[in-house]
């Protein structure tokens, strides 16, 4: 049974950073591509950002490309999103997803086959 874990959630405000880690068990993900969404109140969930197994391709959704920057460590099973400069509109509950496909590199939620119970991020002054 595979698990994954999100933390690091909380609230800040505008301009501050945030860490969010992501643990996975059940199994050792080494080449799977890894990914972040989140999921906004009354809105759907959507793609912030993606990472192949070797942390050699990422990509970002244009909201929060230049301020957030995903990475993995594969030997911890763990995966980050650290975002900086933070705005109101980043608040949203935030996913994180394994997909089945080694080295694809994508936006859609289809493509992810484990997620996360999600961690709360609330940017508010």
């Known amino acids: 049974q595979v698990q994954l874990v999100e933390s690091g959630g909380g609230t800040v405000q505008p301009g501050d950073s945030l860490k969010l880690s992501c643990g996975a068990s059940?199994?050792?993900?080494?080449?799977?591509?890894m990914g972040w969404f989140r999921q906004a109140p009354g809105k759907d969930r959507e793609f912030v950002a993606g990472i192949t197994w070797d942390a050699g391709g990422t990509w970002y959704a244009s909201s929060v490309k230049g301020r957030f920057t995903v990475s993995r460590d594969n030997a911890k099973n763990l995966m980050y999103l650290q975002m900086n400069s933070l705005k109101p509109e980043d608040t949203a509950v935030y996913y994180c997803a394994v997909g089945s496909i080694s080295g694809l590199i994508t936006t859609l939620l289809k493509d992810f086959d484990f997620w996360g119970q999600g961690t709360q991020v609330t940017v508010s002054s």
């Open positions: 059940g199994r050792t993900f080494t080449d799977e591509t």
